[in-house]
């Protein structure tokens, strides 16, 4: 960002007079870094990737929807990763981040809320978290990191 005076206005008479929305400085902002733009694009086709990983998992693998049944397959060590929406409640994504320590399990923070991971799973309802307990065709065990 660069500044330059917009003209000399030391008398208060061409103050008053100018607009209140224009600002006695003229500046340039330079248009941002392709850097971010990168990350932004990277992101989304993680994204994508996860979906279409999740959607393969639907189709050919074993997992359980839902706060519960992710507990228990967590207490009885069958979920080998663990997704969890963004707003899923703290108090419960803790506990089943704390359940996962213990197994030994990884827990991926997926991107959208629980809608679009619902909408990933290729259901028509709201999915807060999901285990998978067994990938099928997917590969999205080793594609995705465990802690995110």
Do not use: W
Request: charged share 20%.
């Amino acid at each position: 960002k660069t500044c330059f005076p917009f003209g000399h206005s030391s008398s208060s008479s061409s103050q008053s007079l100018s607009p209140p929305h224009r600002s006695k400085n003229f500046c340039l902002i330079s248009p941002p870094s392709p850097a971010k733009m990168v990350t932004a694009k990277k992101t989304k086709k993680s994204h994508e990737g996860v979906n279409s990983r999740l959607a393969l998992v639907m189709k050919s693998g074993k997992y359980t929807l839902g706060y519960k049944s992710v507990l228990k397959s967590l207490r009885g060590s069958k979920g080998k990763l663990i997704l969890i929406s963004s707003n899923c409640p703290p108090l419960r994504r803790s506990e089943i981040e704390y359940y996962a320590m213990l197994a030994k399990v990884g827990v991926h923070h997926y991107n959208g809320n629980n809608v679009d991971l619902g909408t990933a799973c290729g259901k028509y309802f709201r999915v807060s978290c999901l285990s998978i307990v067994d990938p099928g065709d997917s590969d999205i065990i080793k594609s995705i990191p465990g802690d995110e």
